[in-house]
Nanobody, 122 residues
Framework: QVQIVESGGGLVQPGGSLRLSCAAT????????MSWYRQAPGKQRELVAT???????RYAAFVKGRFTISRDHDANTVELQMNNLKPEDTAVYYC????????????????WGRGTQVTVSS
């Protein structure tokens, strides 16, 4: 059974920084992409940043230049460094493992973490 667990959320003032971490555990054979999504109250979940298997990070336009995603392919972890946070960044941030294949079940499927709350407020 694959588990995806996030950590690192919290309350920060505008202009501050936070670092989110995510680990995928289980009998994992491979993961195509590891990503961060977010969902603000009353809004749809949206992609923040992703690192596919080729290692090239991709970002949503609204975070480019402020957030940095980094992935450890061997450890199945991904982090999101968030700088210059704004009140509109307030949301629950979710880690996503895309096309995960396990040793026990050689069929790709996606997995989500439970999310971690990020609140940007003075």
């Amino acid at each position: 059974q694959v588990q995806i667990v996030e950590s690192g959320g919290g309350l920060v003032q505008p202009g501050g920084s936070l670092r989110l971490s995510c680990a995928a555990t289980g009998h994992i054979f491979s993961i195509h992409s590891m990503s961060w999504y977010r969902q603000a109250p009353g809004k749809q979940r949206e992609l923040v940043a992703t690192v596919p298997s080729d290692g090239t990070p991709r970002y949503a336009a609204f975070v480019k230049g402020r957030f940095t995603i980094s992935r450890d392919h061997d450890a199945n972890t991904v982090e999101l460094q968030m700088n210059n946070l704004k009140p509109e960044d307030t949301a629950v941030y979710y880690c996503h493992g895309g096309a995960v294949i396990t040793h026990t079940m050689m069929v790709a499927r996606d997995y989500w973490g439970r999310g971690t709350q990020v609140t940007v407020s003075s």
